[in-house]
């Protein structure tokens, strides 16, 4: 069973920085995707970055672009999200999300989330 555990989020001022944890267990697909994704408060859940096992290619939205930079540490079984410039529209719950490499992010696994409040 997959489990995944986000930490580090917390509130910062605009401008501010933060880095995002996911420590992650029980892997079952050899070929696989994370990401994060966030949900601000009365939106839909949107797709923030994500990282593919296969070369570390990554992607991002065009709205955190420039700013935030997904990374994983696959020793540790740890993906991250550095989050650098905040702005008041990345408040929100952000989610880590582990699927196979061809599966849908709805049909993957998903942490608990983590609070981001950018005042």
């Known amino acids: 069973q997959v489990q995944l555990v986000e930490s580090g989020g917390g509130s910062v001022q605009a401008g501010g920085s933060l880095r995002l944890s996911c420590a992650a267990s029980?892997?079952?697909?050899?070929?696989?995707?994370m990401g994060w994704f966030r949900q601000a408060p009365g939106k839909e859940r949107e797709g923030v970055a994500a990282i593919y096992t296969t070369g570390g290619d990554t992607s991002y939205a065009d709205s955190v672009k420039g700013r935030f930079t997904i990374s994983r540490d696959n020793a540790k079984n740890t993906l991250y999200l550095q989050l650098n410039d905040l702005k008041s529209e990345d408040t929100g719950v952000y989610y880590c999300?582990?699927?196979?490499?061809?599966?849908?992010?709805?049909?993957?696994?998903w942490g608990q989330g983590t609070q981001v409040t950018v005042s």
């Open positions: 999300v582990y699927k196979a490499y061809s599966g849908s992010w709805t049909a993957g696994y």
């Open positions: 029980g892997y079952t697909y050899s070929s696989n995707c």
